[in-house]
């Protein structure tokens, strides 16, 4: 069940009255703790108020197997029994953590997921992936577990700095290609502003965008098969991603990496399934305005391969998968690409970035 | 699907040619890594052979979140995908730990169970239910999943020491319970001896006690409901087996724990649900005969209740919950019982047990 409302308070006391668990806790991180969970307990009745707070560390690097531990001892200690609800307030890394820390602590307990960013309103919040990282390796150990309840609001968003807010929109262009031709013209032409970012009319643009996604989800849970069409930009985005950690070259948020990861994987999509030229050049000029390039040399084509063979979505150990788009609204998951046509498209992409 | 042979490399064999996996893995712990794994290999071809080994410590102490962790550290290094296959070959203690990385490794990858023990073979290898302990509570963290295969076999039971084979047996006399009076009566008069423990007639009574299990999970796998009459003997047992544990004061294994738990609630089935006296006495002198007591005094009473209190099948914090019978085949799941209920029941154990 999601919900877009923008009284997240009022939905939340609704929801815990209707599923009357025995306890309830609110998983934040120390960012979510900071900026909204005072927000959320300003109009808050008993049912929230009585609930037990878990506080984690913010960010993707602390999604991991201590803060994980952290929170079943927590719940465990503060006697969670399978009658409890745990809901999760903050961004993806609270939503999978806390998500994959429900659908494990006593083999499953309810849970309901309140993202407060915009990446994680249209992506971690709904679609039952939770997981965590394994050392440098990104939710490689998880669970498909649907959460009860998604409250998803935009009145948290005024506190996100631009670059967060970008990063939830690459997410918002994925799902417009996916989508089609009109939705991707709206995603290029009505970037949000500061001024309408809370505004109901975005919360209308936000719930668009997650019916692409929950629309696909629903036909493929476990992904084994379609849902890999939302793996559009992701597999050279993870890449991109693990790479700028691991070598501290830049800070690239999930979402730019996920932009130049769309970049590259259009036009591997232009090289191999004829993709349109224009549309392919109007996605990336956008990329270039709004997020920039990351910076890599032809030397870093093999630690950005050998990152890709690792991704799990490949069908087996070193082929390399993508996602490619015959057209806007034509995707074709699962297409297994040569290392040659992907250095090549790499040798593109920094073309086209000027780099 | 449960396959039972006493050919267990030609069936593993057979599953991993049919289910065709890019890689395997074995898990094994030391115990089984010393007695069984060589047995295994002995006649075994390239699949098994090629098979990747991975050994963890033995003894349910080790199934935490350390070990959890090298496993999944270990796949994930191994190159792992979701296309490749665990097989657990072990306990109850591999098939749990190892069914619960291969349910939450890049969310899900398939394992088969081979249970080298009479209790893992009758309990933990079948039915869906994976999992760790956390710190000393056992089984807080886990999930439901069905392994894609168990290869259920007498040839390994050889190795156990006696009491190992009692620890399943009281398993079997759960199911025979559960079942009814003609099941109870062959289990209380067919006890295996050290010379049939391997033989096909032996699996044949084994296969019959996995059959009322399977039968009882298909109809509830997440345990909402019915499932929770396999929990007989367990909310008493389990008490039992983590007082034992935290005073150091006996070592119980995990059957003789269930034994007496199974002596406690029919003893309460009795008090409140009017449960046959003379069938309750013949269950508590054959647990007499066959396992002895764990010695408790009142004063013990306080800290078994509070175990009880915790078991993750109460339906709320602080009420405790049993599967109690109103005779052989007629079990009531989800009965909750008073404190001084349990006390007297443990009075009369104390009395029936002269202790």
Known sequence: MIIYDNNVTGCLEQLIASMSPDRVFILTDTNSQWFVYPRLMESAGSLLRDAKTI???????????????????????????????????????????????????????????????????????????????????????????????????????????DYELMSGYAEMLKHAILEGDEALNSILEDVPSKENISSDGFLEVVRRSVEIKVSVVEQDPCEKGLRRVLNLGHTAGHAFETFALKTGRAFLSHGHA??????????????????????????????????????????????????????????????????????????????????????????????????
């Open 55 to 161: 506080t984690v560390k913010s960010g993707d690097m602390n999604k991991n197997i201590d803060q994980l531990t952290d929170v079943w001892r927590y719940l465990c200690r503060e006697g969670a029994t399978r009658n409890s609800l745990l809901i999760n307030l903050g961004g993806g890394m609270v939503c999978d953590l806390g998500g994959f820390a429900a659908a494990t602590f006593k083999r499953g307990i309810r849970f309901i997921n309140v993202p407060t960013t915009l990446l994680a309103a249209v992506d971690a919040s709904s679609g039952g992936k939770t997981g965590i990282n394994l050392d440098s390796y990104k939710n490689e150990v998880g669970a498909f577990r649907n959460p009860d309840a998604v409250v998803i609001s935009t009145v948290f968003f005024s506190t996100l700095p």
């Open 258 to 355: 996920v932009a130049l990861g769309i970049c590259v994987e259009l036009i591997l999509s232009r090289m191999l399934l004829d993709f349109d030229s224009e549309r392919m050049y109007a996605v990336v000029e956008f990329v270039k305005e709004h997020y920039g390039p990351l910076h890599i040399t032809c030397d870093d084509y093999q630690v950005l391969l050998g990152i890709m063979g690792h991704d799990k979505k490949n069908p087996s150990a070193g082929q390399i998968s993508f996602t490619l788009m015959k057209s806007p609204g034509n995707p074709l998951p699962g297409i297994i690409v040569d290392s040659k046509d992907i250095e090549a498209a790499m040798d593109i992409y920094r073309d086209m970035f000027g780099i």
